[in-house]
């Protein structure tokens, strides 16, 4: 029980550090490939909650469910919806 918890928070730790890195060493947040272009704010809202529901995931697997990992239904609506957002934004950006 004990290794299950640590096996969480050190994949925790891991899933949020990779996060931070490819969204700050890379053009990922920002509206095009340019490192001038202005940062996107629904990539950083589709960045931000994939940052805090991940980790949070997996530290609900550790601590609470050991058998099966299970997402729970709030969550799952917090990133389609964030992720409708980013489709329609770029959507919206290519026809203009």
Same mark, same amino acid.
């Given at each position: 029980?004990? =290794? @299950?918890?640590?096996?969480?928070?050190?994949? $925790?730790i891991v899933i949020f550090a990779? +996060? $931070? *890195?490819?969204? *700050?060493?890379?053009?990922?947040?920002?509206?095009?490939?340019?490192?001038?272009?202005?940062?996107?704010?629904?990539? *950083?809202? %589709?960045? /931000?909650?994939? %940052? !805090?529901? +991940?980790p949070a995931f997996v530290l609900?697997? &550790? *601590?609470?469910?050991t058998n099966l990992p299970q @997402?729970?239904?709030?969550? %799952?609506? /917090? /990133? &389609?919806? =964030?992720?409708? !957002?980013? /489709?329609? $934004? &770029? @959507?919206?950006? $290519?026809?203009?």
């Open positions: 029980m004990v =290794t @299950i918890k640590s096996i969480s928070i050190i994949i $925790a990779i +996060c $931070a *890195f490819v969204a *700050f060493m890379t053009t990922l947040l920002r509206e095009s490939n340019s490192k001038t272009s202005p940062y996107s704010f629904s990539r *950083f809202q %589709l960045w /931000l909650w994939t %940052l !805090i529901i +991940c609900n697997w &550790g *601590f609470k469910n @997402i729970n239904q709030t969550s %799952l609506i /917090l /990133l &389609g919806i =964030t992720v409708g !957002i980013t /489709l329609t $934004a &770029g @959507i919206v950006t $290519a026809t203009q």
